[in-house]
C-alpha cells in the first residue's frame, strides 16, 4: 500500500504562486509515476504533470505548460507541483496520484484546494 498526502493548497490571488508538496509513505519505492490532478467544480479530472519516480521524466497538459513545475525529491519521497502566474481558471481541487506503471493511477491523495481570485 501506499499512502499520499498533499498540502500546500490555499487562497491566492491572480498572478500568485503557489507550490503543492504530495508526500509519499508505505511502498513509495514501487512507485513508478506520480502524478498531479485538477478537478474544477463541474468538470472532468484532468491530468496535469506528472512525472516518473526514477528519472524524472515530466510531462504536462497543454493548458499549463509553461506556467506548472512538477519535480520530485526522492529522498523525501516527495513530489512538489511549482505553479506561478496562477489564473481563476487553475482553481480546484488538486490530487496526488501514484501509479505502478506507467499512467495507471492506483493510490490517491485527499486533495488540497486551490482557489484563485481576480
Known amino acids: 500500500q501506499v499512502q499520499l498526502v498533499e498540502s500546500g493548497g490555499g487562497l491566492v490571488q491572480a498572478g500568485g504562486s503557489l507550490r503543492l508538496s504530495c508526500a509519499a509513505s508505505g511502498r513509495a519505492v514501487a512507485l513508478y509515476t506520480m502524478a498531479w490532478f485538477r478537478q474544477a467544480p463541474g468538470k472532468e479530472r484532468e491530468l496535469v504533470a506528472d512525472?516518473?519516480?526514477?528519472?524524472?521524466?515530466?510531462s504536462y497538459a497543454d493548458s499549463v505548460k509553461g506556467r506548472f513545475t512538477i519535480s520530485r525529491d526522492n529522498a523525501k519521497n516527495t513530489v512538489y507541483l511549482h505553479i506561478t502566474s496562477l489564473k481563476p481558471e487553475d482553481t480546484g481541487v488538486y490530487l496526488c496520484?501514484?501509479?505502478?506503471?506507467?499512467?495507471?493511477?492506483?493510490?490517491w491523495g485527499q486533495g488540497t484546494q486551490v482557489t484563485v481570485s481576480s
Open positions: 496520484g501514484g501509479a505502478l506503471s506507467y499512467r495507471t493511477y492506483g493510490y
Open positions: 512525472i516518473t519516480w526514477r528519472d524524472g521524466r515530466t
